[in-house]
Each structure stands twice: as C-alpha cells, then as structure tokens.
C-alpha cells in the first residue's frame, strides 16, 4: 500500500458531534494514519458556512497529515441562513447547497493546479441528490457511501403529521424526477471511477436507476474500543433502561415510541433516556405529559459524542424509530457499547441489526408495529438474560465494524479507482506511483 494524496470532500466535520459529522471525523482519524489528506468541507456548526470554533480549533490540533479547508458561504447562503434562523427557509435548500458546491468546484480547480493529488474522494453528505462537481477535474474520482435513493414505507408516513407527511411525499417526488431524469447526477455516476454505497437497498437502486455497479459499506464504523465483556451487575436490573436518539423532528418519529410507553408501563418499570432536540420537542414533552409517562423520561436535548458514551454505559437497550434512515451512527455507537437494538426492520438497520445483537420490527401496519415495539420491550423488561445474550452479540457482530476493516477496504477501492482512470487516460500516472519509481 503506498501512501496517498487525497482530496477530500466532507461537507460537515466535527469530533464532538454525531451524525454525519462524525463519518468525517472518524475518517480523518483514521486515514489519515496512512495518507496525507486535503479535506475541505462547509460546516462544523449548525448551518453552511458555519463553523464552531472550539470544534476548528480541536480538529488541526489533533490530527497530522490532514491540511483543514473551510469553504464560506457567500451572500446568498448567508441570506437564506438568516432566513432560516428565522424558520422561513431551509439554508440546506438545494439551491444554497449547489451554490456552495460550486465555490467548491472552483478553489478545488485552483489547488489541483498548485500542488499534485492521487484522487478525489467525495465523502458527504451521504444523500446522493446533489453531485457537486469535482467529478469533473481530471484525477480518479470515488463517490460514497451514498444513500437517499430510497423512499420511506407508506405505512409509516401515513402515522407522520401532515407536515411529516408532505415533507416524505415532496421527498419521494422528487427521487422519482432525479433518478430517473436528472442528467447531472448521471454524468456524475458515470464519471466516477469507483462507488460505495451505504446500504443494500441503496446498491441496487444505483444499479437500476444509473447502471452503477457499487461496493457495498455503511457510511461509519466503529472507532471506539470494543470491551470483551461486560459487568455481571449490569444484567440485573429491575428497571429497563432505554435510550433514544436522534433529532425530534418526523422523519426521527420518536412518537412511535411515545405511543408504546403507556402500554409498556402497565407490564414492566422502565427509564427511557432521549438525547437529542428538534422542532417537535414541545409537542411531544406535552404528548409525554398528558399520557403520565414523562416522569418516567429524561430529556438530554442535544449532546455531543461523549455523553452519548457515557449514557450507553447504563443503557440496556437502544431504540430506533425513524421512518428513513440510511445507517445511524447511534447502532455503532450502541455495539460498541454492548448495548442491543430494537429498530424497524427497513434501510440500514435491515443490514446491520441481526437476531445476535437485536430485535428488528416488521412493518407491516401501525398497530402492528406498536403491538411489537410493546411485546419486544417487554420481554427483555421481564427477561434480563436475554438482555445479557444480546448485549454479548452486539460485542460480537461489532468486531464486524471496525476501522481497521475499513481501512484496509478504502485502500483496496482507492487502488481500484486509481487503475480504471489510468485505464482510461493510458498517459496519467498518479503521484503514488511517480513516488513509488522515484
């Protein structure tokens, strides 16, 4: 393996958050061991062209061979980012983001005139809908993972409020139009040398929809020291602790487990932890309050990264409930911790929640889906050592994710990419290899 230049995209970077910001990070730390990486990205705070500067200051002090790129916005983005401090528009809107895109496109131009890289890898985001265009500068170019072709289940949007519902619906359409009719993110696909996707539905809707043949990988993997075991005491429990995370907001659809609380609590003692804030946080601390379960709830709000540590440590289960998902970094996060998921049975989860270190829900209608949430929850409440039998399994298919897996297929895609662009410009050489003869 010879050591690389890499330009890297990542929109969103940040070591104390999670989500997508966190793919980066964990990236970074751990590539950057083996290659010399040149990231620019558009936000480590809230919005794009904002950057939190103690997250800033953290990221160049703690990583060698990875030179830091902020990409500011413009007038324009700054315009719709006051906006939507205001809730009138989403900075996020693809037209602020194709704008930023494109200041990328052009001081990426100017740096690969400057000074010499082996490829270009476009990290994120993970959504596939907007390309940028770095696909188009004359280097091997790998794409992913990638996610968001896929639309959520009609059962689990009919539940959403109108509002939830018109978002998923406006977002189906406008999968329908991209992936069949937008020839930008064709070419995109097609230029590219290598792509990753981030689950198996994702790998064949980019096969069907843009004949790309993609290498199967979840966006994040495990950074984090996997224990071989885990404390006896742990396991017996009286009180079932369970753990939410996420943003509250629809597509999270934390109100699906708000709705199994009640039933729950007839049949076993519980403590549900939520780490995370959002727009529907009101309405659903009240939701809580008037069916007398929220004193059985802590509200965290957002948390960075090591409290979600900290909280998986006294956790017994970990829940997803979100109507569309690529892979949350929470299942990582949660494995590595020893902590089982119950999450329904659809995008990544479908992928990575096996009967070893979960319990994944069908969806077949939305009574259904509560009846089961209630009846899994209440069988582990009443049976810690089945508790104990998952938590061990997740410990297990974790050793399944880690870094060191991931780099090593990196690695391999890298080289990959680098050979078919050099199988189509025979005259290229890249820096690696100039390295390697000289």
Known sequence: MSRKKILLLAYQVSPFRGSEYSVAWNYLQEMSQEHEITVIYGKSGDRIGEFDPGAEESMRKSLSHVHFIPIKSGNLVKLMNGLNRRSLIRSASLLAYRIWHYRVYRYALELIRQQSFDLIHFLGPIGYREPGYLWKLPLPYLRGPVGGLNNASPVLIKNLSWTGRLKQLLRSGTNYWQERFSSRIRKAFIRADAVLAATRENQSLLQKYFQVTAEYLPENGIIEKIPKLLPNEKFSFKTINLIWIGSLDARKSLNILLEV??????????????????????????????????????WYGQCPRQKIFDLFQSSHVHIITSCMEGNPTTIWEAMAAGVPTISLDHCGMHDTICEQCGIRIPIRNHEQIITDFASAICYLGHHPEEVKRLSEGALRCAQKYTWDKRR????????IAIARYCTKHPGYQSQATLNERG
Not at 275 to 287: I, M, S, T
Not at 408 to 415: K, P, V
């Open 408 to 415: 090593t297929f990196f690695n391999r895609q890298y080289d």
């Open 261 to 298: 609380l009640p039933e729950i609590k007839k049949q076993i003692h519980f403590h549900l932890d939520i780490a995370g804030d959002g727009p529907l946080k009101q309405a659903l601390v009240a939701y809580a309050e008037y069916h007398r379960i929220n004193a059985d709830i802590t």
